[in-house]
């Protein structure tokens, strides 16, 4: 009886085992999901690399065809009836997405800029950058911010209609007596001026503190104009300063810059004293 008694305990401590796992088990589980994950962004990627370079090609072919054979528009119709045909399961082959092919080859004439850049964004950006650019340059420097980003084409689009190429680093700022190296270099690539805060929709009349609530009711399109990297830390944020109170009207962190911004809503015209108040926060108030 004891013999049989030991044996079941044994079987028990055996199995205890086998179902306990190691201490370090939820981290090996953690690392395994993470690569496989990452090899899944990775194929893809890799996939929809290859369909836009597929694109390029058939566009370019197009193209040729038009200029060494005069082709007309009617042949990209009837191309597409036949690749459809010969593809059914295979989508992309309308009249319009050939000619945006052919629109996308003529945009990019050499390959390696394809599969360096437009080529590693989904087909429907690159359709936002053919219809919503007209030159290169802009749309390879959309093209790096998305990529840089990882804007959705929404957003993408919106960035492009409130011009934030031409807003870029332009605003007036003391970065580089305030900000060390690197920072002062980021910082001025991530301000841009003016800001477009027509999402808002109020009354040119518009009063200080109304704005403030109308931005913070807004807060993600808000967020979204500011750009990448900006983090909301509150509205009419306590300061307590040698005993006297004060109340920032918009505080942000910025996860790059790792740092504080300030931001004082004023609807009049600009006021030298403004100025000396921000210096103030940003400076007595550390």
Not at 160 to 174: A, D, P
Request: glycine share 6%; charged share 25%.
């Amino acid at each position: 009886m004891n013999g049989e008694t030991t044996a079941f305990e044994s079987a028990l401590a055996v199995s205890d085992r086998l179902l306990s796992m190691p201490q370090n088990y939820d981290d090996f589980l953690r690392r395994l999901k993470e690569q496989i994950r990452t090899a899944q962004v990775r194929a893809a990627l890799a996939v929809n690399q290859e369909l836009i370079l597929l694109y390029w090609q058939i566009g370019r072919s197009i193209l040729e065809q038009q200029r060494n054979e005069g082709w007309g528009t009617k042949v990209i119709e009837r191309l597409g009836k036949d690749l459809r045909k010969e593809f059914p399961d295979i989508k992309g082959f309308s009249r319009s997405n050939l000619a945006y092919m052919r629109a996308f080859a003529e945009a990019y004439a050499d390959q390696e800029i394809v599969q360096r850049s437009v080529g590693q964004l989904p087909w429907r950006h690159n359709i936002a950058l053919l219809d919503k650019l007209k030159t290169q340059e802009q749309r390879l420097w959309y093209a790096e911010k998305t990529i840089e980003n990882g804007w959705s084409r929404d957003v993408l689009v919106y960035q492009i209609e409130s011009n934030l190429l031409g807003r870029q680093g332009r605003s007036v700022n003391n970065f580089d007596r305030t900000l060390p190296q690197p920072q002062s270099d980021l910082a001025k690539q991530l301000m841009k001026d003016p800001f477009s805060f027509e999402f808002l929709a109020v009354e040119e009349t518009v009063q200080e503190r109304e704005l403030e609530q109308a931005l913070v009711s807004h807060i993600r399109d808000f967020l979204m104009e500011l750009g990448i990297g900006f983090s909301f830390v509150g509205s009419q944020y306590h300061l307590e300063v040698d005993g006297e109170d004060f109340y920032l009207d918009l505080l942000f962190y910025h996860l790059k810059l790792r740092c504080f911004i300030v931001i004082d809503l004023k609807t009049g015209e600009f006021q030298p004293e403004y100025s000396g108040k921000m210096n103030f926060y940003v400076s007595d108030s550390g």
